[in-house]
Every structure is written in C-alpha cells, then in structure tokens.
C-alpha cells in the first residue's frame, strides 16, 4: 500500500481545468488511466458472471443454494455495484459541473442514461415476454412500468442518473469543496442510505443505495492526498477484512446478520474494498479492454446470456460449466460486436448507446472550460 497513487486527470483535462486552449487531436487522444478501466473489467465481469448464475436457485441456471457458483457470487455481491459506483463518482471528478452548466450537463446525461432505458429496456423487456424458457415474463400491457420502476439492470441507469441531480445541487451549494464538507456528505449520504426505507419508484432505493459510493469515488479523485495516509489505508483495509470475515461466517456458520446492500456490512465490503483496490492500481491490458465496454456489456449481457442458455438446453446441452462459459463469453463478447455495429451507424448508436450525433467541429483548437463538461 505504500505505492498507492491514484490516476490523475491528462494533460489535456489539466489544460481544461484551468479553460486553455488546446489541439482538437490532443482533446481526442486523451486515454483512459489503464488501472481504472481494469477495475471495471472486474466489476463488469463479475455483474455478468452473477446474472448467469441467477440469484437463486429458480433463475439463471438454476445452481443450488449452496454450491460453488452461488457461494462466489455471495462472496462478491457487496463488491460489484459499488465498484462501479466509485469509479463512475472518480471520473466525475475529473471534470465535475459547475452551477452554470448544470442544464446542459444533465441533458448529457438525460440522453446518456434515460434513452439506453426507453430503447434498450423495451427491446429487452419485449425479448424475454416473447421467449419460452426466459426467466422474466409479464405482461405486454404492463411494459409502461419499467420507465418507472426498478426492472432487471437498468435500475442502475434510474439510480445514476439521480445520483448525478442531486450531485449538481451539491456542487451549486458548495458542499463537496472541501474535506470537511465532502466527509460530512459522504456520512449523511451513508447514514441516509442505510436507515431508509427504499422503493422501487425510478430505483430510489437504488439511488440511495449507490450514493455514498459515488460521494467516495468522488472523493478518491478531489482529495487523493487523504487516502494517501497510512491511517486511512489501514482503515480501510480492516473494515474489509471485518466485513469479509463477517459475510463468510455468514456463509459458513450461518451467523444472523442482515445482507443487505445498505447494511453496515454491505459498506465495510464495498467502501473498504473499493478503497484498497484502487491502492492496488491493478491493471490488465485484456480487464482494461472489457472496461473500454463496460457499458454497452451492461445494458446488451442479458441478451446473449439467456439466449445462450436457452438455446443450448434446448439443443439437450445440460451441463453447467458449458452454460456457464456460454453465457459469461457471449455475455462479455456479443454486446462489443453491437458496439461496433452502432459506432457505424450514428443514428442507431445515439438510440442504443445515449451517444451524441457527430456534428462537424473546428479543425483548429478547442477551448474546453471546466463549465461545460460532459
């Protein structure tokens, strides 16, 4: 842990901090930090590898309650979402939104997050009503419903998006200035998060559950230098071990405690563990490209891994290793070659994907102020 450095904004997002001017070719050949797109990876590939396996025993493929698979994904479930949380809550940070550019900044988002849900989502949910074998079904008449509640991964798209609503009031306001002002946030957030009640209503519970991770993320980025300190590090690193060895007693002595996604434990996992793996800095040229898709692999996975299943058990294929590396590779691979189909096609990458339509830009400079991020 004594190398721990977290990534820092390019030269490019440092030349836009401060509102110079600089080269269209040096904006657009800004790469991501290595480490961050592996840690997505990981997270990416852990959320499909828990959708095969279902989240019990009547979904996915139906593994027993008490079997390796589910054991795995008991073991990760505190981890998933809130690592992509923390990451989503850095990379804001790079470039968060001032006051004056607040509309416009939520209008990207809007396009972002609420069109992926109003396309993608029906395709989905129309999918899985029209398939035999499928683990979902409803009715066609009820498809108005899942624009308004929670529905299979997209409540993540719901939660997100009012995570960043209410993270434009909080910079408007100032809160998230300074050290002070971010922790009494993050701790609000996390007090919040855990003592109320949540509802399904546009994934509010799953709002409040993804809050304190983003307010983290966020402060993983604006004050790096805090989690730099040894007695931090070693904090975080024992409400992990706390948190793990409680969740595997959980498991393994069948100990009462509340799993939940808000509960105590469910924060020591994801909050300890998102800080020590950002100090790790892993990276992985084959994570990192899997995190380079980490979102169209989130809203298209569900296609190819139930289709997969469905497929092969018809064709008499039982065995679940088979299923499994079916659905986690197709799961993985199908949604970049859907990738790669909508970067042709504008139109359909702004429907699918939340994409901006290309429009014709100045070939000289580029002026990039901070007032007006993406």
């Known amino acids: 842990m004594a190398d721990f450095a977290l990534p820092h904004s390019t030269t490019a997002f440092e030349a836009a901090r401060h509102g110079t001017v600089v080269a269209a070719n ?70 968060p939104v001032e006051w004056s550019s607040a509309h416009r900044f939520m209008q990207g988002k809007a396009r972002r997050l609420l069109l992926p849900l109003l396309t993608v989502a029906t395709v989905q949910y129309l999918f899985q009503n029209a398939t035999p074998g499928a683990n979902h079904h409803g009715s066609f008449g009820d498809v108005w419903r899942i624009y308004v509640f929670s529905y299979d991964q997209f409540w993540f798209l719901q939660a997100l998006f009012s995570v960043f609503l209410l993270t434009v009031f909080l910079e408007g306001y100032e809160l998230l200035s300074t ?70 007693a959980a498991w393994f002595l069948g100990m009462s405690i509340s799993l939940a996604q808000t509960s105590w434990l469910g924060m020591c996992i994801g909050m300890g563990g998102a800080v020590i ?60 070659v859907v990738e790669h189909i909508a970067a042709r096609y504008p139109l359909l990458g702004a429907l699918l994907l939340g994409r901006r339509v290309a429009t014709n830009k100045p070939s000289a400079a580029l002026r990039v102020p901070m007032a007006k991020p993406e």
């Open 26 to 95: 040096d904006v657009l050949s800004v790469k991501k930090d290595l480490s961050i797109e592996t840690l997505r990876g990981v997270a990416i590939t852990l959320m499909v590898l828990s959708h095969v396996v279902g989240d019990d025993s009547t979904r996915g493929l139906h593994v027993d309650d008490d079997s390796l698979l589910r054991y795995l994904c008991f073991s990760t479930q505190h981890l998933r979402m809130p690592l992509f949380t923390v990451i989503s809550g850095f990379v804001y940070a790079m470039r």
């Open 179 to 248: 050290e002070i002002r971010w922790l009494g946030c993050l701790t609000g957030a996390a007090l919040i998060s855990h003592f109320t009640p949540g509802t399904d209503v546009f994934s509010l519970g799953g709002f409040l559950y993804l809050l304190p991770y983003f307010l983290l993320g966020s402060g993983l980025q604006r004050y790096h230098d805090l989690f730099l300190r040894r007695p931090v590090l070693w904090g975080a690193g024992a409400l992990l071990f706390c948190g793990v060895l409680v969740q595997q």
């Open 277 to 336: 793996l950002f100090a790790i800095h892993p990276s992985s040229t084959t994570l990192a490209r899997l995190g380079n898709y980490s979102f169209v692999i989130y809203l298209f996975h569900v296609f190819a891994t139930g289709g997969s299943r469905i497929i092969l058990q018809r064709c008499g294929i039982s065995n679940v290793l088979v299923l499994l590396a079916a659905g986690l590779g197709l799961g993985l691979c199908l949604p970049i």
